[in-house]
């Protein structure tokens, strides 16, 4: 029989570890049967892209000065055929590869893949005003100087794991779901049907060897043919390359058996939408948390919590684009669905608030939750953000002034008076055309970022918003829309 007189603790991850695996090695390939290597990026718009190398001449780039390949400067801003603007047919980046990212793709037998950081060839001055090859633009470059500048700055590390939700459709015109069963009920994955197989599939290729990523669980959601997989905690650089890894499984193996999975945010408005749920705990990197931060005024967290969730609650709004970054993230995120509403707040085990805190009572395993995001993002800007916020709420000792709504009402049903009462006095943009105009006046970003790239991905996002829309009836669009996310 469980005991009943301590509180639920949770699994411990330590964060030096997280759930690491074991990673594999250039000489591993050969014997593992690979043949070829995917040299795989994401760009601006969060379209995966890639290369493929036959091993032998991967071997031979390997072994030069820079391992890597060159690409032209307009690959992270191109729109399906469309160079956006502020983007030029001249100029070339090196991808250097990153053989820490190096990953088996089970569901391609004979590939390997590995992700890398965008160069110049030449080194130039960036953001933090000295010489190098670093481009400013490389979303793992930015989340990589966040996370070091949390470290570096604030004895600050993290970790992060990702709930994956997508839609398994027969067809995309006109659109037909897998199934039309609920949340976690039983018929959704009936031992034999293609849905079980797929899921088994996904597990067992997240899972194989050499893989660094730990699912937790999987299970069926709420939407016609929505499923979910739950992968555990990593630092933040290693947690989304394992997404991308995961999400590349899933459509794969989609389509192996006749299917297309889709993360677009909502497909049927008459049912919930898709998110990209992330969890993330923050840890002080030696002992205690910075001297300097204010005590906590809520009694669960500690003050290093404390002003994380105090920065990212700060900044929320101004950063929204990089989390919601198309007209259909906007359809998923209303109040009274579960999808984390449209007030900036937070609360414990609240699904009605964009932050909800995890497993509250164990130090060991308490998160947040964050639910203001989808699969429309581009993860390592979305993460960098989020994470850079919560950096700001560190460094300058932001105190916690959002008191916790965790009553039976949501922040939207409290009324004005409700919600004064608690601190709650923003709302989340409504729209894609708010978040913007929110987005190109964030402090934040051009101190994370760089103007250069505020400007850049203000172009890109709108190019894409115009190629997704322009000239399309609804059933198009949405048909469009399934197929590219």
């Given amino acids: 029989m469980v005991s009943t007189n301590q509180p639920f603790q949770g699994v411990k991850y330590d964060v030096s570890k997280g759930s690491h695996g074991r990673a594999i090695v250039v000489e591993d390939l050969t014997g593992w049967g690979v043949k070829y290597v995917r040299i795989q990026w994401v760009d601006l718009t969060n379209n995966i892209r890639f290369r493929v190398l036959p091993l032998a001449y991967f071997h031979k780039i390997l072994q030069t000065p820079r391992p890597g390949t060159s690409l032209t400067k307009a690959v992270l801003g191109i729109v399906f055929i469309t160079v956006v603007d502020g983007f030029s047919p001249t100029g070339e980046y090196v991808y250097a590869v990153d ?18 950081w965008f160069e110049e060839k030449e080194p130039v001055a960036g953001v933090e005003g000295h010489r190098s090859v670093e481009v400013d633009l490389c979303p793992r470059t930015i989340l990589r100087r966040v996370v070091e500048k949390a470290e570096q700055r604030c004895n600050t590390q993290f970790l992060i794991g990702f709930e994956t939700e997508f839609i398994l459709l027969k067809k995309t015109s006109p659109i037909e779901a897998g199934n039309s069963h609920g949340w976690c009920v039983a018929s959704a994955l009936p031992t034999g049907s293609a849905e079980a197989q797929i899921l088994e599939e996904i597990v067992d290729a997240l899972q194989a060897r050499g893989s660094d990523v730990e699912v937790q669980m999987y299970h069926a959601e709420a939407a016609p043919g929505q499923y979910e997989v739950v992968t555990g905690p990593l630092p933040p650089l290693q947690a989304v390359d394992a997404l991308i890894h995961t999400r ?102 609240n699904r009605e608030a964009p932050l909800r805190l995890c497993n509250a009572s164990s130090p060991t395993s308490r998160n947040f939750e964050l639910k203001t995001l989808d699969g429309t993002a581009n993860p390592y800007l979305a993460i960098a953000a989020v994470l850079g916020a919560g950096l700001d709420g560190i460094e300058h000792g932001r ?58 991905f203000l172009a890109a996002n709108k190019t894409l918003q115009e190629q997704m829309s322009f000239g399309l009836m609804d059933d198009e669009e949405l048909k469009l829309f399934v197929e590219t996310f």
């Fill in 99 to 116: 053989l820490s990212t190096l990953r088996l793709c089970p569901y391609a037998p004979g590939h390997a893949s590995v992700m890398g």
């Fill in 248 to 349: 590349e499984t899933i459509f794969n193996i989609a389509s192996k058996h006749g299917m297309r999975a889709t993360l677009a945010p909502r497909v049927f408005m008459d049912n919930c939408g898709s998110a990209a749920h992330v969890h993330i705990s923050v840890h002080p990197s030696s002992g205690a948390s910075p001297a300097h931060l204010p005590l906590s005024t809520n009694s669960v967290l500690t003050p290093l919590e404390s002003s994380f969730l105090s920065g990212v609650l700060a900044h929320l709004s101004s950063i929204a684009l990089l989390a919601l970054p198309t007209e259909p993230s906007y359809k998923r995120m209303a109040d009274g669905v579960w999808s984390g509403g449209t007030y900036v707040c937070w609360g414990r085990d």
């Fill in 399 to 456: 105190e916690l002034k959002i008191k916790e709504c965790s009553g039976e009402k949501s922040a939207a049903l409290l009324g004005s008076a409700g919600r004064a009462e608690l601190g709650i006095t923003e709302r989340l943009p409504l729209s894609w055309k708010e978040a913007r105009v929110n987005f190109e006046k964030s402090e934040l970003v051009d101190e994370f970022f760089g103007a250069e790239f505020k400007t850049k």
